[in-house]
């Protein structure tokens, strides 16, 4: 556990570990479930739990969160075969890459929107785009020359993650990574 807050609903934010300017807190609170809140630019998943009072009324929140950063990344490229940038404010702050690196694959994107499709150094990459809360974006790769490994079934979870309340996972015959 790398975040834990505690959030009086009054005053806030009352104490908590790191420190650092937060974003996303109020959706986390309001909307509930897993959401991405940034610590001083670094993305968190996080967990909002009420404490009520024995009459049931909502006094505060303890918040408990992880970074999300290169050792996720890294397991899911291990575990799945999908490979990621991650993003805050269009910035990358993690990475798991093996088939590029990290820069010829943002250079590659530079001015061309939102394809989904590159070319990189001659691997061509298939490329999704994950909006994972207010200016944190995941940006997902897969080799599109290569079959996915038959090790490889269950969806990566992440393609089909969405920062809306109802967070579906696709039917794995729809699914982006092919899981």
């Given at each position: 556990?790398?975040?834990?807050l505690?959030?009086?609903?009054?005053?806030?934010?009352r104490?908590?570990?790191?420190?650092g300017?937060l974003?996303?807190?109020?959706?986390?609170?309001?909307?509930?479930?897993?959401?991405?809140?940034?610590?001083?630019e670094?993305?968190?998943?996080?967990?909002?739990?009420?404490?009520?009072?024995a009459?049931?009324?909502?006094?505060?929140?303890?918040?408990?969160?992880?970074?999300?950063?290169e050792?996720?990344?890294?397991?899911?490229?291990?575990?799945?075969?999908?490979?990621?940038?991650?993003?805050?404010?269009?910035?990358?702050?993690?990475?798991?890459?093996?088939?590029?690196?990290?820069d010829?694959?943002?250079?590659?994107?530079?001015?061309?929107?939102?394809?989904?499709?590159?070319?990189?150094?001659?691997?061509?990459?298939?490329?999704?785009?994950?909006?994972?809360?207010?200016?944190?974006?995941?940006?997902?790769?897969?080799?599109?020359?290569?079959?996915?490994?038959?090790s490889?079934?269950?969806?990566?979870?992440?393609?089909?993650?969405?920062?809306s309340?109802?967070?579906?996972?696709?039917?794995?015959?729809?699914?982006?990574?092919?899981?």
């Open positions: 556990m790398d975040l834990l505690a959030v009086d609903t009054a005053a806030g934010v104490v908590g570990t790191p420190p300017a974003s996303g807190m109020e959706a986390l609170v309001k909307e509930g479930g897993a959401r991405i809140i940034l610590v001083d670094v993305p968190h998943q996080a967990v909002a739990q009420p404490v009520m009072t009459e049931g009324r909502t006094v505060g929140y303890v918040v408990l969160g992880r970074v999300l950063g050792v996720e990344l890294q397991a899911l490229r291990d575990e799945r075969g999908v490979e990621g940038v991650l993003n805050v404010g269009g910035k990358p702050v993690a990475h798991a890459l093996g088939a590029v690196p990290e010829a694959l943002l250079a590659a994107l530079e001015g061309k929107g939102r394809p989904d499709e590159v070319s990189v150094n001659g691997v061509s990459l298939r490329l999704r785009r994950v909006e994972m809360g207010p200016g944190v974006e995941l940006l997902l790769t897969r080799d599109g020359g290569r079959k996915r490994s038959s490889v079934r269950r969806c990566c979870s992440w393609c089909c993650w969405a920062s309340s109802r967070r579906r996972r696709a039917r794995p015959s729809s699914c982006w990574c092919g899981g």
